[in-house]
């Protein structure tokens, strides 16, 4: 099982992201998958998931209606498409499987002016 994160980098506060996260060692279609987020001297957080095949999603109160998870099966591809960004979602973010208990190493977003 491998998960690789990229897209994260540095951006002023309200403004965009989009994070990916490629898959592979497994059949991506059979299972939900997650993102976390881990603030320098905080502990890792959910920040959203997302079930097998994208029909269900739930996130962290603190980025509802800001966040988007998505997912394309086809591509083994998971996605996390944030917006408005607050100095505060600065944070390495990582993918994750929960069944097994897979992590990626991470990419790191930091929101600042």
């Known amino acids: 099982v491998q998960l690789v994160e990229s897209g994260g980098g540095l951006v002023q506060p309200g403004g965009s992201l989009r994070l990916s996260c490629a898959a592979s060692g497994f059949t991506f279609s059979n299972y939900g998958m997650s993102w976390y987020r881990q603030a320098p001297g905080k502990e890792r957080e959910l920040v959203a998931a997302?079930?097998?095949?994208?029909?269900?999603?739930n996130y962290a109160d603190s980025v509802k209606d800001r966040f988007t998870i998505s997912r394309v099966n086809t591509k083994n591809m998971v996605y996390l498409q944030m917006n408005r960004l607050k100095p505060e979602d600065t944070a390495v973010y990582y993918c994750?499987?929960?069944?097994?208990?897979?992590w990626g190493k991470g990419t790191l977003v930091t929101v600042s002016s």
């Open positions: 997302i079930s097998s095949a994208g029909g269900s999603t």
């Open positions: 994750y499987r929960p069944l097994g208990n897979y």
